[in-house]
């Protein structure tokens, strides 16, 4: 990933457009006030009702960016499983596309039997399907596994993962519309953004539960989302679930684009790299207590995180509050579904002493989260995407809360 | 008799369903919804533009490596440098002396010419997606042309080559070699 997107360079280039973001910037920070708060709220009417609401002015929880066109979502900040649509991660490769979904159009063809096009009411009359599962980029991670920094937030070290409740039609039902020649085996995905952006995915997903997915949590999916509509495959890379899907084609073999060879795929230490690494395998992190949080007393505190795996449900996190050597089993918090974010807790009692907290996620294939020394091994230091390893927050005896791997 | 009420109820059936199906069809199976319109050539012809690894959607045309370099000067080098090294964006130049240490060496740049398995690709993304501020402008000889000079400053192809459909689907990459499918599996293995 580059470190400055092209946009924003140029951006900075226009002393015109500068004088605009600062104006727009004190727009915000008028709007974001806080309003006058009465002492006692039970003695003065409130206000009245809203076509839209709004969070309190009291919260702010925000994306940030990491590099180029990329913004983490505040793991720290949020509770439960589902991701608010307003902060759930981005990447995106060529910009967010502005589409008129009147003149959407989704193009199915290849080796079907009859080459078809869809407009975006015809895809909303199918029977359709609503899961709820995590969509997280394959890059995810990579700061805690080289060049790692203490002063780092759950946002920052994981935040490019995110689940929502997804509706849409499954695609197996679109390819029985159109009747899938016995050859295929890949078909192309094709987005309607400045990238064009394509992956090849075999045919199996989209037998077994990928999706065309067009809303997300209760509304039309989010602009960043790929409206009006996108492939969601559960459990796989976000980079293979092309957003503003416009085209399928459908093939006997891969089409080896950009993204699938030059991209997402993962060099190995025997000098070979991996493709067609789609599966997010299990993973988990503790969101609270972290950076930069300070726990204020001695005492009894809760250990809540996340962890998911592309492979199915989790079926355990155990958590440790001695680096490792003890594992203690956490309680994994309903509902616990396959491909999803589970929220799991633990009871601490805290005794003023220095602790590192790691949590280790089992899946049901029986997977085991690796430690950073185990991954490194299979993979080697230079390896790129599928960080999955088990993380650790140092609690000082101050209280004070840092990311506890450390680079070796 | 009996063989005669059974005959005309399976026409009756066979009608029914017939007439419930939206539009025609060529293949045995009736489509279960009959939703969305035939694809028409035009609009297949619009929108595909991929090019796979055989060699299959690349268009007529052609282009020089001397074409690559003028074109390269004025489209590319402000964002990936002059002859693809040292800009400001992602490099497009150089090879790894031995092996293919990638996975070792965090620093290495997976540039064409040392971790792009297939030339195809290169044609397939400069006409879709590039130049950043003008994707999918360049016209196909353009696209051609600067597959030639990107592959020759890799030291892939001589400095007289010329690029095609035929000559491109036949060039091998250095990294050519260097890929393997996903071998992960669940279960206790780390890989």
Known sequence: ?408 | MRICVAWALIAAVVTTSCATARRPRSGPRVTPFGFGSPATEEQIRAWDIDVRPDGKGLPAGRGTVAQGASIYAEKCAACHGERGRNGPFEPLVGRVAEGFPFGRDPSLKRTVGSYWPYATTLFDYMRRAMPWMSPGSLQDDEVYALVAYILHLNEIVPEDAVMDADSLARVVMPAHDRFVRDNRRGGREIR
């Open chain 1, 1 to 408: 990933m580059s470190k400055l997107s092209r946009r924003s360079v140029l951006m900075r280039t226009a002393s015109g457009a500068v004088a605009l973001l600062a104006r727009s910037a004190r727009a915000q920070e008028a709007r974001d006030e806080p309003p006058e708060i009465p002492d006692d709220p039970t003695k003065i009417q409130g206000r009245g009702w809203r076509e839209l609401g709004e969070r309190s002015t009291f919260e702010r929880p925000r994306r940030v960016a990491f590099d180029g066109d990329v913004s983490l979502s505040p793991l720290q900040d949020l509770h439960g499983i589902i991701t608010p649509a307003d902060l759930h991660f981005e990447r995106h490769h060529g910009g967010v596309p502005a589409i008129d979904p009147a003149r959407y159009r989704l193009l199915i063809h290849g080796l079907v039997k009859r080459a078809t096009v869809f407009t975006l009411a015809e895809l909303k009359r199918f029977p359709s399907r609503s899961r709820i599962c995590f969509v997280e980029c394959s890059g995810n991670g990579s700061r805690g596994y080289r060049n790692i920094a203490a002063e780092t937030t759950p946002q920052n070290l994981d935040g490019l993962t995110s689940t929502s409740e997804w509706t849409g039609v499954p695609l197996a039902t679109i390819f029985r519309e159109v009747g899938v020649d016995s050859r295929a085996t890949w078909f192309l995905a094709e987005g309607m953004d400045a990238a064009v952006m394509t992956r090849s995915i075999p045919m199996d997903k989209a037998w077994d539960d990928a999706m065309i997915a067009y809303a997300q949590n209760g509304e039309a999916l989010r602009p960043e989302q790929g409206y009006p509509a996108r492939l969601l495959l559960p459990g796989w890379e976000g980079n293979s679930q092309v957003k503003w899907i416009r085209r399928i084609e459908v093939s006997d073999q891969p089409f080896m684009t950009r993204e699938e060879t030059s991209k997402y795929t993962d060099p190995l230490p025997d000098c070979t790299a991996r493709m067609f690494s789609f599966v997010m395998d299990a993973k988990s992190i503790i969101t609270f207590p972290a950076y930069p949080v300070t726990l204020t007393a001695s005492g009894s505190w809760e250990i809540s995180g996340l962890a998911w795996s592309g492979r199915g449900r989790i079926t355990k996190v155990e958590v440790s509050i001695d680096g490792g050597r003890a594992w203690n089993r956490a309680t994994l918090e309903e509902p616990v579904l396959s491909k999803c974010h589970t929220r799991f807790r633990y009871p601490w009692q805290w005794n003023g002493a220095e602790a590192l907290l790691m949590s280790r996620a089992t899946d049901e294939t029986g997977y085991v989260q690796p430690t950073l020394g185990e991954l490194r091994a299979a993979r080697g230091r230079g390896t790129e995407y599928h960080y999955n390893h088990v993380l650790a927050w140092r609690v000082r005896p101050d209280g004070r809360v840092v990311f506890g791997l450390e680079s070796a």
